[in-house]
């Protein structure tokens, strides 16, 4: 049914990064660059959910060079969310197996950095599932190129040579993305999705990546069944 099936990596492939983790990486990159006390609605602010005029007012604030101060909050994010890997405080999903039932080309979507992506994969054994895997560069410009635009899908499905893609998500960017690149998408409503009200309408509602593998035409995966 699908050329290509592509897929967001936290919340759909492993578990999301708790906020408190991200919060620190944030706050370590301001004591870094020798702001010992920063207010913490712009350490919040700079932890997720970043954007370029937001990040330019903040460096503006604490006299900080924008472009220095966003790599460095790049590396330490990275850091933390491959350590919180590494000690199990961020592991993959039980169905993600189901994946291997799957007759399509496979890549990987995120806006979490790209070496962050590149490690969690390949830290649980997962990059040689993904024939690509794309996550941000570490530079201002990546933060325009975040879902919901479809910068980083269009490059996947080029690269993949798809003319017919459905790409997975847990948040509603993912389905805004998917829409502005023109393809389907499955919103995933793993359990911190449940309650989720959307504003916009994906092409499917899933429980779990197993209901993935019958609406790409292929028989439902036997969740016992062990590799």
Not at 183 to 189: G, L, N, P, Q, T
Request: net charge negative; glycine share 6%.
């Amino acid at each position: 049914m699908y050329d290509a099936v592509v897929l967001d990596k936290d919340g759909v492939l492993v578990g999301r990064t708790p906020f408190d983790t991200l919060r620190e990486a944030a706050w370590d990159a301001f004591v870094s660059l020798g702001i010992e006390d920063p207010d913490l609605a712009h350490v919040d602010d700079i932890a997720i959910g970043v954007d370029p005029a937001t990040l330019t007012d903040i460096c503006e604030r604490y006299g900080l060079d924008p472009v220095e101060f966003w790599r460095v909050r790049d590396e330490t994010a990275a850091a933390a969310q491959v350590d919180a890997a590494r000690k199990g405080r961020k592991t993959p999903y039980d169905d993600v197996d189901a994946l291997r039932h799957l007759d399509a080309s496979l890549g990987v979507v995120s806006s979490n950095q790209q070496a962050t992506v590149d490690a969690v994969l390949d830290h649980f054994g997962l990059s040689g599932r993904f024939e690509v895997a794309y996550g941000r560069e570490p530079s201002i410009a990546s933060l325009s190129r975040k879902k919901p635009s479809p910068y980083y899908i269009e490059r996947a499905l080029e690269d993949l040579g798809a003319e017919t893609a459905i790409f997975v998500g847990d948040n509603e960017s993912d389905v805004l993305a998917a829409d502005n690149a023109g393809i389907d998408s499955a919103f995933v409503r793993r359990p911190h999705r449940r309650s989720t009200e959307l504003s916009c309408q994906p092409t499917y509602e899933i429980d779990d990546l197993h209901d993935l593998v019958s609406i790409c035409g292929r028989t439902p995966v036997d969740t016992d069944e062990k590799i």
